[in-house]
């Protein structure tokens, strides 16, 4: 079982900036595709961001595509999101988990607050 840890996420206002980080334990996390997920209050969890075991591909969402960037360190057991050009609508908490979200439980998440 792989144990998710996210952290990074804070108050921004509108066209700000945040990178979340997500360490994973585990020694087989570097198998895994990895995914970024999140859910707004109200709401079901939904998609983000994607990316492959070895980093070389991406996917994302049609409304963060352009303003979000997902990466990996499988040396550090990380799976990073860079968020820029924040909207009031990103605000919501964000999980990681593996690309189908269906594996490993989830963590805690960490609260991403966009003022307008």
């Known amino acids: 079982q792989v144990q998710l840890v996210e952290s990074g996420g804070g108050l921004v206002q509108a066209g700000g900036s945040l990178r979340l980080s997500c360490a994973a334990s585990g020694r087989t996390f570097s198998n895994y595709a990895m995914g970024w997920f999140r859910q707004a209050p109200g709401k079901e969890r939904e998609f983000v961001a994607a990316?492959?075991?070895?980093?070389?591909?991406?996917v994302y969402a049609d409304s963060v595509k352009g303003r979000f960037t997902i990466s990996r360190d499988n040396a550090k057991n990380t799976v990073y999101l860079q968020m820029n050009s924040l909207k009031p609508e990103d605000t919501a908490v964000y999980y990681c988990?593996?690309?189908?979200?269906?594996?490993?439980?989830w963590g805690q998440g960490t609260q991403v607050t966009v003022s307008s």
């Open positions: 988990n593996e690309r189908s979200g269906r594996m490993w439980a």
């Open positions: 990316i492959s075991w070895s980093g070389s591909s991406t």
